[in-house]
Each structure stands twice: as structure tokens, then as C-alpha cells.
């Protein structure tokens, strides 16, 4: 029987991420350590991107130690600076974590020697990931005093808010050890014993998908509640080249060499986010080898699908040359595997943008994935829903991108409330929404923090699925879950989309949305980057359409210095722009089209900036620092990009 830890004692020293870019830099090198100060300003929303940077996950074994947060706004952290600084604890301010669910942002600070990471808010995938790998977090900054006094200190100080199982997995040291003694009967997770209530639209899938019974893999209770733990069976499990390899060496390492992937027809996996990073990547990064390291990733990969019986969603060709992916990732669960009622989990925070179709998706970490190609299952603490209420129509040269980024500037977003919440859309303005439209709501709700983002299945998805799957309308009809009369909700929001004006989110976070027409100053910018899940579906790509014709109409050019660039999100949009006759308008006004890929929004692939002087407008969905390269990034709708291309500043349609 795996023993449970009773008691803690962390050693090392304590690392502040300050505003101050001098004291972090004492801290690091010049080995100061500062006392504890609640006055002190420290960094907020650090994001995963920050502490492991897209090309430092080309690794995925202990050299993520070396590089653990060197991309930390400032450019103060440089290799090995975490790693030999001795470091045991590590704090900072609101929101740590936010981003990507890279589960080697974590891993890197545990293999440097981080034993604590302390924040005002920790975000969710992230705190789970930390759990399952042995990483104690905390927002009680009354441990750093206790630790620096050499104290012993009960794990029950870092189980606190807890449910049950995550409880015990924080006290077994992570998630492997304690899934050794779930499979081995030595720990039994609890049944939850909620009675009947009413329920919203992700509790009633949980429910529905909730094991019931280890021993004999029943499905299905009764009713669940906010806060209950429980675990859930999967119905589809993907993950990319990114975490692919990582997630193979952690279900060795947990299962051994021999350990077989069960259900692999429910299993997907994607060459779809370093299809074209030999583009751009820089030449430093070539001379360190990366170039070899990344690509091992596509390798490592292929053979794990070969030997697993698992379906890769590889690269093509068309008329005999390179072509891209055949899709990111996110569009073809879409286009091709999830269904309304099911349980959906992915190796990318952006796996949430399948909830369009009614089901319950979200993102895990490397230690999740690998432990549900063996178990089919996953766990879950039953999140809090917000409902968001959509009346009304949007205005011409407004979108679902408006709409996200003006809900995300809400207070209760940038403040981290949200952290953890199912965002749940509904109202009768959803009628007037195409599925493209509606997915960029779902695809953003981790940009809130959020745990997921849903959308009843209606008409508008049956129809879609019916005519894109062939799946028959009754069977559709069967799996739709809808939400009870009177199910609980932490929070409402009211949007009349006739009011939302256009936004942009200015640098840094999805989260600082502003009026387009209170953005100040004017903003030149040199790249308008339209494309990623978000911003490349079809109803995009109409978008896109209509801004070029009237900007071409207009007898206007792309500006010297600025360039455009339209990226597909999958094969079957890149035909369907062909069949409009997009490629062709977009192609004649001086648009640089790009082949399917994650591409720019992961800064691998063409539309990244390489100085921090340039400004890039995009319709990705996230511009944490280095996201999209050293330069700055606004977020906004696809109508704004491309006329901000040809405008040469960031502007809208009717400026044409």
C-alpha cells in the first residue's frame, strides 16, 4: 500500500516574482532574500506561456528545469537561473498559471527544486497539474513564514478547500501513485450521495457520465452538486505533438513498457501545432538543436499511434506538395468527433471550444491523458456554472470575438472569481448565432479562467452534425442533454448583442478588452494575423471575405511594411474558402495565406513577430507576453484584423 504524506517540510529559499525588476534580479543572482512584505507588488497572470515558453516544450524530460520561467515578462529569468538558485518556493500575485494547460510549466518548476508555489489565485488546469505531480500549491502567503522557520509543516495545509480525491491525491504525492492504489483496491473514491436536484447542462453530463461503480464500470447517479469529486468516463481523448511524447513517457513510467492504451478508437491524436515552425524559427534556437529536438516530437508521436491502434490526424499534400495539417486539432473534434451529451478531454486548454456541440470538453494535463489511456476515465470536481444570457442581434461588423472580449473585461473575470467556472451560454439571441459564431464563445471560456464553455445543442447543431456526420437526426436527438428549469447558477450575465460595440484587447491579456473607439492613440501596426481555432473556421473566413471586397472596392492596398496573413483551421475550410472564391480575393489584394496549423498562435508559424518593437493585430484568442513572439499583441475580431491591415493601424471596417 502507496503510504500517504502526514507532514511536509520544504526546504530551500524563497523566490518573490516582483514588479521590480531589480529586486527579482537580486533574488536570482545576486542571492538576496527578501523578507515577507504584503505591501510588496508582485506579478500578476503569469501564464504557463511564461513559465515554459513554446519551444522549451520541445522537451519533455528533466533538462525543463533550465529553463523554467525564461519567459517571464522583463527577460530578467535566463537559463538555469531557477534551477541553481535554490529555490524551494516560489510566489507571486493574482492568477497564477493562467493560459495554455502545458503541463510542463509545473514540471519545470518541480524538477528545479520547487517544492510550493504560492498565489493569490491559482487557475484550474494548472492547480490540477501541480496535484498530479507532486507540486504543493497554496494562496495562504501565512506558509512563508512558517516555512522559512524550518517548520514541519501537515499536509492538511495544502489539502484545505480540497474535495476528497484531490485530497488524497496531494497526500499520495501525485496522481499516479494514487491511481496505483485506486487500481489496486487500497483507496476506494468516494460515490457522491447528492439527492435529486435541478441541474445545468454540465452537471447533468457529469452525472450521466459519472462511474458509479468501480468494480463493474457502471455509468450514471443520480444527481451531482457543485464541489462533489468523482471520476467520469471519457467518450473522446486527443492529444497534439506537443504533449504526445510526454504523456507516453509518463504512462511508461506509471504503467510500464508494455502498458496498452484501452478503447484506442475513442483515442485521437494531432500533428497539427509545429507544422510550419521551420519558418520561423530563430537561427539561435537552431544552433541549440531545437530544430531536432522539435521534430522528434512528430516521431515520437507516429510511433506511439502505430503501436497503440490510435487514429493520427498527420500532415498532407495536395497536387504532390506539403499542405499543412489536416487540421488543428479543435476544429476537427468538431468537424469529425464529438457529439452532443458526451465527455470530451484534451491535452490543450482550448479543448472547451467543442462545447458548441453540447458536450462537456476541457483541457488536461500530460499526467491526466496518461492515466485515462488506461483507466477511460478522468476526475472531476463538480465546477460552478455562470450563465451568460444572449438577447437581441449583433450589429454589422460585429462578432462573437466582441462579444467574448467584452465579457472577459468584466470585473469578476480579471479578478479571478471566474477561475474554475463553467460558462454556460443560452438566451434567445443564440438563435440569430451560426455553430462558427458560437464556437468562438466556447473556445474563449478559458480565457475567463473558465473550467469550460457550453451551448445547449439545438436545431442549428443537429442540423450541422446531421449534415456534416450523416448522423442520423433521432440518434442526435437522443443524445441531447438540456439543463433543468431552476438549475443553480453562481452568477448571470445579460448581454443585448445589439449593444456590443467592437473591442480590442490591448497586450498583455485576453482580459484587458476595451471599445475600439476608446482605444486612444492611434495604433500603427506591421502584422494582421487572422487564423488558429478561433479566428480560421468558415463563418471567419466570410468575415475575412467581406472586409478584403470592400477594402479592394475601395481601390485600397495592403500599406508597405504591414503584412496579412489568413491561416486555415482545417482542410475542409481551406475548400470551402476555394469554393467562395476567397482564396483567389484574398490572394489578389495581397493576403499571404497559410495552410492548416496552430501556426502564429503558438509563435510556430508564419505571422510572429521577432522584435519587440512590432504590433500585431490578431483574431487568435490569447496575447500573454511571447505568445505570438517578442512583439505586442491586440486581440480582435477578424473584421478588425483585416481592416486594420489595410488601414495600416488598428481600425474598423468602416474606415474603408
Known sequence: MTEKRQNVQITGRVLYLTKDPDLLRAQLYEGVDLPYDPDRELIDNISTDELTPGWVCYYYDDTLARYCLVGLRGGVVKK????????????????????SSRETAPFSELKAGVQLVIAKNIEKIYGQNCQNIGLLTSTDFGLIERVQNGESIPIG?????????????????????????????????????????????????????????????????????????????????????????????????????????HDPGSVFAFRDHLTFLDRVMPEAHVKMGLREQAASLATVQQSFSERQGVRLYGE??????????????????????????????????????AGVLGCFAFGVGSTDMANSWFTMDVRVRVPESARVELHGELRDGVSAKDVMLKLLSDAFFKTGE??????????????????????????????????????????????????????????????????????????????????????????????NGVPLGGLGDEVKIDIAYGGSCTGGKKEDMDMYASVVRRAVEAGRSIPDGVRCYIQFGSQRIRDYAESMGYVQLFEGAGVELIDPSCGACIKAGPGVSDDPSQVTVSAINRNFPGRSGPGQVYLASPYVVVASAFLGRIGAPGEL
Do not use: W
Not at 457522491?192 to 447542462?201: D, E, I, Q, V
Not at 438563435?431 to 442549428?460: H, K, P, Q, W, Y
Not at 440518434?475 to 445579460?494: H, I, N, Q, W
Open 80 to 99: 538555469d537561473a531557477i534551477k541553481d538558485g535554490g529555490f524551494g518556493v516560489i510566489v507571486s500575485g493574482v492568477s497564477k498559471g493562467c493560459g
Open 316 to 353: 498532407v499534400e495536395r497536387g504532390g506538395k506539403p499542405a499543412g495539417s489536416e487540421g488543428i486539432c479543435h476544429n476537427i473534434v468538431i468537424e469529425d468527433l464529438a457529439l452532443p451529451g458526451q465527455l470530451v478531454i484534451g491535452t490543450d486548454s482550448h479543448t472547451c471550444m
Open 418 to 511: 471566474g477561475i474554475g467556472k463553467v460558462l454556460e451560454f443560452g438566451g434567445p439571441g443564440m438563435a440569430s448565432l451560426g455553430i462558427d459564431e458560437r464556437a468562438t464563445l466556447t473556445n474563449m471560456a478559458v480565457e475567463a479562467g473558465g473550467f469550460t464553455g457550453i451551448i445547449e445543442a439545438d436545431d442549428v447543431v443537429l442540423d450541422y452534425l446531421e449534415q456534416q456526420r450523416g448522423v442520423g437526426r433521432s440518434e442526435l436527438e437522443a443524445r441531447v442533454v438540456r439543463a433543468d428549469e431552476g438549475a443553480s447558477y453562481c452568477k448571470t450575465f445579460t448581454i443585448d448583442l445589439a449593444t456590443v460595440e467592437p473591442m480590442v484587447a490591448t497586450p498583455g491579456d485576453p482580459r
Open 157 to 261: 495545509e495544502f489539502t484545505k478547500g480540497l474535495d476528497p480525491i484531490a485530497t488524497e491525491i496531494v497526500e499520495h504525492g501525485g496522481l499516479f501513485a494514487f491511481n496505483k492504489a485506486r487500481l489496486a483496491g487500497d483507496v476506494v473514491p468516494p460515490v457522491t450521495a447528492t439527492s435529486a436536484r435541478p441541474m445545468t447542462l454540465c452537471e447533468k453530463i457529469i452525472a450521466n457520465r459519472a462511474i458509479a461503480d468501480a468494480a463493474t464500470g457502471a455509468e450514471g447517479i443520480p444527481a451531482v452538486q457543485p464541489g462533489d469529486a468523482l471520476f467520469v468516463r471519457t467518450d473522446v481523448r486527443f492529444s497534439h505533438e506537443y504533449v504526445t511524447p510526454m504523456a507516453e513517457s509518463l504512462f511508461k513510467m506509471g504503467l510500464g513498457d508494455d502498458a496498452k492504451v
